[in-house]
């Protein structure tokens, strides 16, 4: 069992930037594919970023490449940095891992472990 715990969200202008925090209860080895969803109210949930630990490229929803960027601080900790923040970015994000072949990392949305969520609220 992994528990992951976000941090990091808040309130922001538009334009501005939030770092999202993952801690996990263990560590995040080579074999872990780990992500970022976001769901809005009356919406369904959206893959952000998606990546596998050990290498390969890094999935990124078109409305966010070039502006998030998903990374791992240390053992045990993923990051959503977020830059140019839009209203439409409003949400609550939540990181996801589960260990899988780098293939199924980025085909599949159907992870094993889920943070609890943090807000992310964006205003014009």
């Known amino acids: 069992q992994v528990h992951l715990v976000e941090s990091g969200g808040g309130s922001v202008q538009a334009g501005g930037s939030l770092r999202l925090s993952c801690i996990a209860s263990?560590?995040?080895?080579?074999?872990?594919?780990v992500g970022w969803f976001r769901q809005a109210p009356g919406k369904e949930r959206e893959k952000v970023a998606v990546?596998?630990?050990?290498?390969?490229?890094i999935y990124y929803a078109d409305s966010v490449r070039g502006r998030f960027a998903i990374s791992q601080d240390n053992a045990n900790t993923i990051s959503l940095q977020m830059n140019s923040l839009k209203p439409e970015d409003t949400a609550v994000y939540y990181c996801?891992?589960?260990?899988?072949?780098?293939?199924?990392?980025?085909?599949?949305?159907?992870?094993?472990?889920w943070g609890q969520g943090t807000q992310v609220t964006v205003s014009t």
């Open positions: 996801a891992a589960d260990t899988r072949s780098q293939a199924s990392c980025y085909s599949s949305s159907e992870f094993t472990y």
């Open positions: 263990t560590m995040i080895h080579a074999d872990y594919c």
């Open positions: 990546r596998y630990i050990r290498g390969g490229n």
